[in-house]
């Protein structure tokens, strides 16, 4: 076995992904690893739903995949709730953003940008040249070592294997060349693409210049074949030189309307990042712009997130102030009032935030929290009810709020299956089994009962994967 540190061994699994052009493997054999990937991925809990930030990098990416010609794939993005600067092509166009990209960049256009490259990489169809180079055996096995690395570098954990590098290492000399070949020709499609959609292909280079200068644990001294996007400095050059005397077209459309991206970046950091990381960055910000809605926004989310709910409360009050109605701070600054126990408060803030198309159902679901605190049961079990009903991961603990309205309701048949339900989703699969047992054995109802056994199925079969994976 052999251990790399978590970056290198994505870097080297990005590098397996963008390897050089040969044959391309199928389009049914590549739709299928892709499937495989992305059910890998999600059981490891790697993607973010945030319906902010899904809505961002969906409107971004979809605005540039609708100036291409038809493709084989689809296009999907996703968020990985990781804090590296990072994005890559996975198989079949799932195209990958880190969270920490988003938190180092500072306008849509960088953002565009680099998701303009990587929908370069998968419209040239560079990650199925790749793949067929590998000649890993299955299409399988490809899948779980993709999704293996990617899981092991997430997680802070040791990843990679003697299979995994000895795939790789033979052709890391000759690959490097054809991976910055592959850069560059993303890059010069990326502007192209960008010039088409409103966005300034300089945001590119500003964002290429960001990872350069990012620290990044001195990224710059790392051989080549330990990064994911090689030849950073020299693709700058190429870039700038391209850029130089550009003049935007005359007929440049506009960008669709979009979230702030500074609100999205703070809202990322206030929630999904490290406290301690950024409390006092954005303090000393704040200093020089206390009127920032993004930064006050970010700085109470963060101390949200310490229980320092007066505090949260007060940045969130100063960000509503200069952006009145916004239903992002509407929302958390609702969350924060039911867990400082103000439940009148919350409820009152989070009406008028169940109507908007994005936030709605975050805010249906905290005004159902809020209701069972205030013992307005009924109401809070219909909104429950619709939460449920979107099948939405994000949504798995309104499965134990629903069990508390059971118990409160002395349904413990209806609770134990709730349970059951919740445990499930957060893979507790000890408490999922004895839940759903003890729901099977005192259910009345024919059709919830079925369903709990089909859950316990579910259970019983992953409870049995995971022995196998140990064994």
Partial sequence: MIHLKPMACLSLALIFIFSPRAFAISIPDEQKMGTQFMEMIEEQDLILHDPVVVKMINTVGRHIVDILPAQPFHFDFNMINDNTFNAFAGPSANIFIHRGLINSLDTMDELAGIMAHEVAHAASRHVSQSIDRSKIVTIGSLAGILAGVLIGSSSSGDAGSALTIGAMAAGQSSMLSFTRDNETEADQKAVLFLEKTGYSPQGLLSALIKIREADYQGIEGIPDYFKTHPGTGSRIAHLAGILENYVPPGDKPSPPDNYDFRMVKYRTIGLYSDPKAYIDKIRLKLEKNPDSPALNYGLGLLYGRTNRLDLGIKYLDKALSTQIFDPMILLELGRLHIR??????????????????????????????????????????????????????????????????????????????????????????????????????????????????????EVRGKIKKMARQKS
């Fill in 340 to 457: 400082a126990e103000h439940y009148s408060k919350a409820l009152s803030i989070l009406e008028g935030v169940t109507h908007d198309k994005i936030m709605g159902n975050l805010a249906v679901y905290y005004r159902s929290v809020a209701q069972i605190k205030t013992g307005q049961l009924d109401a809070a079990q219909k909104g429950l009810t619709q939460i449920l009903n979107l099948k939405q991961p994000e949504f798995a603990r309104a499965n134990f709020h629903m069990a508390n309205i059971m118990s409160q309701r002395q349904h413990s048949p209806m609770s134990h299956y709730y349970l059951g339900l919740y445990y499930t989703a957060t893979k507790d699969f000890k408490n999922a089994t004895r839940h759903l047992t003890r729901a099977i054995e005192t259910l009345d109802d024919p059709k919830v009962k079925q369903e709990a056994q089909a859950r316990l199925q």
